[in-house]
């Protein structure tokens, strides 16, 4: 069965911590990997990866992809109260035409 | 803002009752997919319509229907609603790139 296991699932830091949140999947016809941020509803889209080892930044955040070992992280520098959010990992599943999220790591960002 | 916009915002019903949640995908978009977010989990997969046909299912039952139109906006319709269908509900369009889907605010379904 396809899954998608995001941890930590909680993390509480401080101003101006780094933060790596991890995604590791199981997915078959595996297409690409997302990251989305999810604040009060809509998740909005941060990353698409497809290729292994090529970092995708913006700004304070960076994602990278391990296609051989089926995981990526996010990582968070200089983190700011915005910050504060549900992080999603997502896999699309080329043979089903479907994202494939996981639970969801819970950031706290405290001044 | 992702152009992906949903109705109703909130909706309260009770167990038995059906009901009809709307999406309109961002321009330019073709595919409509919808998920259900439990609270504290991620989205599950529903189904996804591309230029108004079906186009894949998730583990969801024959309860949970679909439409889309020929102006690509779209419908989720819900039968004989249980307690266990309280979610958000979400919808997202994707263009020419099915799997980057851009999502709308949700709406947020209590079933009493």
């Known amino acids: 069965e396809d899954k998608v296991v995001q941890s930590p699932l909680s993390l509480v830091v401080h101003e101006g911590d780094t933060v790596t949140l991890n995604c590791s999947y199981e997915?078959?016809?595996?297409?690409?990997l997302l990251w989305y941020k999810q604040e009060k509803k809509a998740p909005t889209f941060l990353f698409m990866l497809t290729s292994s080892g090529i970092e995708k930044k913006s700004g304070r955040l960076s994602s990278i992809l391990d296609k051989k070992e089926l995981f990526s992280i996010l990582n968070i520098t200089a983190t700011q109260t915005g910050d504060s959010a549900v992080y999603l990992c997502a896999v699309f599943s080329g043979g089903y035409n479907k994202l494939i999220f996981g639970a969801g790591t819970r950031l706290a960002v405290h001044p | 803002e992702t152009g992906v916009t949903q109705s109703p915002t909130h909706l309260i019903k009770t167990r038995g009752q059906q009901v009809t949640l709307r999406c309109s995908s961002q321009s330019g978009h073709n595919t409509v997919s919808w998920y259900q977010q439990a609270l504290g989990q991620g989205p599950q997969f529903i189904f996804q319509?591309?230029?108004?046909?079906?186009?894949g299912r998730g583990n969801f039952p024959p309860r949970f229907s679909g439409l889309q139109f020929p102006n690509y906006s779209s419908e989720l319709n819900v039968n004989a609603l249980e307690l266990d269908d309280s979610a958000l509900y979400l919808c997202?369009?994707?263009?020419?790139?099915?799997?980057?889907?851009?999502f709308g605010p949700g709406t947020r379904l209590t079933v009493l």
């Open positions: 319509y591309y230029r108004e046909e079906e186009n």
């Open positions: 997202a369009s994707s263009g020419e790139r099915a799997d980057t889907q851009y």
């Open positions: 997915v078959t016809n595996f297409r690409s």
